[in-house]
T-cell receptor, first 114, second 117 residues
Framework: ETGVTQTPRHLVMGMTNKKSLKCEQH?????MYWYKQSAKKPLELMFV???????ENNSVPSRFSPECPNSSHLFLHLHTLQPEDSALYLC?????????????FGQGTRLTVV | AQTVTQSQPEMSVQEAETVTLSCTYD???????LFWYKQPPSRQMILVIR??????QNATENRFSVNFQKAAKSFSLKISDSQLGDAAMYFC??????????????FGTGTRLQVTL
């Protein structure tokens, strides 16, 4: 049982659709992250939120729009995506400060853009 | 910017045997953390082991241990007494100690480990 839950697990969407990915953590963490995992490439950090404030946008196209209404929930709103955006999107959470602030990951959303 | 390199796309080990996964990294920083994460078919990334760069002693967690060579910027993972449940993708990751953002991790491309009977 994971402390970080992502929904949906799988998503197929057309290039003109609008959809949202959801992430919820029950670990009492105050930092949340979106990562993109593509085949044969390292995981790419997309966005970072500390205490509900976005602290990093790693040059992500505007067709990806994050939202963090509170420390436990993180969304990734998707619109007019491209086929190359097909990937596994991983959410993670951690304590924002401290020595051992390792990330805990969800199981990801497998996104296919057609 | 830091980079992490895993030169072994795939490795195979027999059950009960020992296997070593390689990782090298490049950084100009002196204080940082290194991690090995495991990603089984369930896709959830699970922390296997971590190493603080200022500690000379190699980290160990049960059957998992690392060989940390700071001067060589090498961080290999040794899995002893391999089990079928160890089959997964293994990712090496780097994090600066001096960041206020806890998990701004830099990952390698991963090594797929197969465990055979």
């Amino acid at each position: 049982e994971t402390g970080v839950t992502q929904t949906p697990r799988h998503l197929v969407m057309g290039m003109t659709n609008k959809k949202s990915l959801k992430c919820e953590q029950h670990l009492g963490h105050n930092a949340m992250y979106w990562y993109k995992q593509s085949a044969k490439k390292p995981l790419e950090l997309m966005f970072v939120y500390n205490f509900k404030e976005q602290t990093e946008n790693n040059s992500v196209p505007s067709r990806f729009s994050p939202e963090c209404p509170n420390s436990s929930h993180l969304f990734l709103h998707l619109h007019t995506l491209q086929p190359e955006d097909s990937a596994l999107y991983l959410c993670a959470s951690s304590q924002a400060r401290g020595v051992f602030t390792e990330a805990f990951f969800g199981q990801g959303t497998r996104l296919t853009v057609v | 910017a830091q980079t992490v390199t895993q030169s072994q796309p795939e490795m195979s080990v027999q059950e009960a045997e020992t296997v070593t996964l390689s990782c090298t990294y490049d950084t100009s920083e002196s204080d940082y953390y290194l991690f090995w994460y495991k990603q089984p078919p369930s896709r959830q990334m699970i922390l296997v082991i971590r190493q603080e760069a200022y500690k000379q002693q190699n980290a160990t967690e049960n059957r998992f241990s690392v060989n940390f060579q700071k001067a060589a910027k090498s961080f290999s993972l040794k899995i002893s007494d391999s089990q079928l449940g160890d089959a997964a993708m293994y990712f090496c990751a780097y994090r600066s100690r001096n960041t206020g953002t806890a998990s701004k991790l830099t990952f390698g491309t991963g090594t797929r480990l197969q465990v055979t009977l």
